[in-house]
């Protein structure tokens, strides 16, 4: 969908080496969902942002969500080749409404 | 629970041709959603039901395509008649009612239309 917009597309980093990934909503956001999908696979469930500023963490990978909730952040530190894969966040818009929808997603590759 | 179970994991047919996807999304669960996963277009919302209800079938890209959940536990996806240009990955995920609940996603229905 063209609500959420992900930066980068794709990223290649050195082993060891942190990043970052970007998702930016056209409208203010009832939650941020990160998942990571491996090819070939389902998506994979990380962590789910809903308060303004929130916060959190799971092992090596930390998620953020800006005050105005327009804008979350996914940072990996030390990145290993298992965090290799494509990220997707994904949006929930509107009180209790159902409707989930995903950015592009970003394709992370992590050299050894 | 087994997670959301879809079926089949592959499905190759030639234009022309009626494709039927399914989906057992997990118990107790309120919410299914359809999704379709192209690399040009990444995963895009197709249709939800919330207790066995379409919702919205905005994303739904043409009459061809049509989507039932006669019960709680079952759901399928219609493609009649296939083209081409649909071939992609085929994902159904569940949730439960709550807003804040995370979807579970199935390991997807990869349709090949030749």
């Known amino acids: 969908s063209q609500e959420l917009e992900q930066s980068p597309q794709s990223l290649i980093v050195q082993e060891g080496k942190n990043l970052t990934i970007n998702c930016t909503s056209s409208?203010?956001?009832?939650?941020l969902y990160w998942y990571k999908q491996k090819y070939g696979e389902g998506l994979i469930f990380l962590m789910m942002l809903q308060k303004g500023g929130e916060e959190k963490s799971h092992e090596k990978i930390t998620a953020k969500l800006d005050e105005k909730k327009q804008q979350s952040s996914l940072h990996i530190t030390a990145s290993q080749p298992s965090h290799a894969g494509i990220y997707l966040c994904?949006?929930?818009?509107?009180?209790?409404?159902?409707?989930?929808?995903f950015g592009k997603g970003t394709k992370l590759s992590v050299k050894p | 629970d087994a997670g959301v179970i879809q079926s089949p994991r592959h499905e190759v047919t030639e234009m022309g041709q009626e494709v039927t996807l399914r989906c057992k999304p997990i118990s107790g669960h309120d919410y299914l959603f359809w999704y379709r996963q192209t690399m040009m277009r990444g995963l895009e919302l197709l249709i939800y039901f919330n207790n066995n209800v379409p919702i919205d079938d905005s994303g739904m890209p043409e009459d061809r395509f049509s989507a039932k959940m006669p019960n709680a536990s079952f759901s399928t996806l219609k493609i009649q008649p296939s083209e081409p240009r649909d071939s992609a990955v085929y994902f159904c995920?569940?949730?439960?009612?709550?807003?804040?609940?995370?979807?579970?996603f199935g390991q997807g229905t990869r349709l090949t239309v030749v």
């Open positions: 994904g949006a929930a818009y509107g009180g209790s409404q159902g409707n989930l929808i």
């Open positions: 409208k203010t956001l009832y939650g």
């Open positions: 995920a569940s949730r439960k009612r709550t807003g804040s609940a995370e979807a579970f």
